[in-house]
């Protein structure tokens, strides 16, 4: 199986974090949403301790709360002993309410509004990834009505397309968030950050794309980034103490995806920075990782009961699900590979090619196509693999579909960590 906290029973039932996930969608019924609490864990621990082995003791990971923000990680992440990074108020919200420790928390985005940078301050929020001028004097502004010093990191683009797998002097420089260092405008920026009397820069901030099997787009941002800030010391006068390499790791989603070892990308990606920093005698920095995905989503599972099954002769099969593109929108937006099983009957042969579509009333609510599995009858439990990233954090209520509950497993224990949401709660906001 594509993970290895998947496994049959001998009832030939999909077992899940050691639990038989068709009891499971029994008792909370279905659609819904699991979390291996351990796994969550296995993985930090792995971006912990590797990170502080191959780039030292202050080397930390922030967990990329938009792949699931939900008070619960938060507490897992405190005890873990990551940081955070957070993209809006809601999350910096979701994140204070957790219990988590905002000092270590890093708000991203590229458009915080003066709001949104006044609330971030007023929650205690340790460092700001500042995108552009216009944000550099908002903070200013904000802290210096506080009389406090803020601390920043600048998003720099370095020029790196992950998906050509190769640096380049234009790729990505035309992104929508940060500041080319190709054009010039990152060392503007870096400039104006060094002559506000409120902010201390820290260092500086790139994250290069998502689902990144190579090492080389992240070895190659490295690069770009060290080389930066020893361009920066030659030219300002200024060292930076952090470097942030942004998030991006790949998961394995269905069987053709490797197996990733996120320790030896990490101590890859150490020797590349290491040598580039004596080259250019720069002190190491402290660096950080944004992994978000590579955390939470073989951590997660979803749960749905089949019921319309149709044939067409001659063209495709369908299974329609009582969930689809509400919980679960990264088919219809990207065609993002899936693993399907049918759990309840893990054993039988797998000789029914489907499309699995959601209940909405739109063609495009697919979760999958070309999915092998024994033919489905209605009550069957179908569950798909891996959603434990950017499918709750992405799930709508299109159709006046209420979302799934999600439950946490741990040590054989399952906890209901948010509810079913009800019709009355789809109609709260109404006045
Ligand atoms: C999305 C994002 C991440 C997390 O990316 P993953 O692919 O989920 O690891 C980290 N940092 C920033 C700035 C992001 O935009």
Redesign the pocket.
């Known amino acids: 199986m594509i993970c290895d906290n998947l496994n049959i029973n001998e009832k030939g039932h999909l077992e899940f974090a050691g639990r038989d996930t068709v009891e499971l969608a029994e008792k909370y019924a279905t659609p819904l949403y699991l979390l291996d609490e351990d796994k969550i864990r296995e993985k930090c621990r792995i971006y912990t301790s590797s990170m502080r082995k191959y780039f030292g003791e202050d080397a930390m990971p922030l967990y990329?709360g938009?792949?699931l923000c939900i008070k619960d990680i938060y507490r897992i992440m405190r005890e873990e002993g990551m940081g955070i990074?957070v993209?809006s108020p809601g999350e910096v919200y979701t994140a204070r309410v957790g219990g988590f420790p905002m000092e270590r928390a890093y708000f991203?985005g590229n458009n915080k509004t003066d709001t949104d940078i006044s609330f971030a301050l007023d929650m205690g929020v340790g460092y700001f990834?500042c995108d552009s001028v216009d944000e550099l004097y908002a903070i200013e502004r904000e802290a210096a009505k506080r009389s406090i010093t803020q601390k920043v990191l600048l998003r720099v683009t370095p020029g790196i397309d992950p998906h050509t797998h190769q640096a380049i002097n234009t790729g990505r420089v035309d992104s929508k968030?940060g500041a080319a260092i190709e054009t010039g405008q990152a060392k503007d920026l870096v400039a104006l950050a060094l002559s506000q009397k409120h902010i201390s820069v820290m260092g500086y901030?790139c994250?290069i794309?998502?689902?990144i099997f190579e090492t080389t787009p992240f070895t190659d941002a490295a690069d770009i980034m060290i080389k930066f800030s020893a361009d920066m010391k030659d030219e300002l006068g200024f060292e930076a103490k952090e470097i942030n390499l942004?998030?991006?790791?790949g998961v394995r989603y269905i069987e053709e995806h490797p197996e990733i070892d996120y320790a030896a990308n990490i101590a890859v990606i150490a020797d590349h920075m290491k040598a580039v920093c004596s080259a250019r005698g720069l002190k190491f920095p402290a660096v950080r990782m944004?992994?978000?995905?590579?955390?939470v989503a073989d951590a997660g599972m979803t749960l749905y009961t089949a019921g319309t099954v149709k044939t067409i002769p001659g063209f495709k099969n369908y299974v329609s699900i009582d969930g689809g593109m509400p919980d679960n929108p990264r088919y219809a937006l990207y065609q993002s590979p899936y693993t399907v099983e049918l759990a309840n009957r893990m054993n039988d042969k797998k000789d029914f090619v489907c499309t699995v579509a959601g209940r909405c009333c739109e063609s495009g609510d697919l979760i999958q196509e070309d999915v092998p599995l024994p033919r489905p009858e209605r009550g069957d439990i179908v569950a798909v693999l891996t959603t434990g990233?950017?499918n709750h954090s992405m799930a709508s209520n299109y159709n006046r579909i209420p979302r799934p509950p999600v439950v946490v497993l741990r040590g054989g224990e399952d906890r209901l960590v948010l509810r079913r949401e009800s019709y009355e709660d789809m109609l709260a906001c109404e006045v």
């Open positions: 990329a938009k792949a990074d993209v991203h990834v968030f901030h994250h794309g998502s689902q942004g998030g991006g790791m944004e992994p978000g995905r590579s955390i990233a950017y």
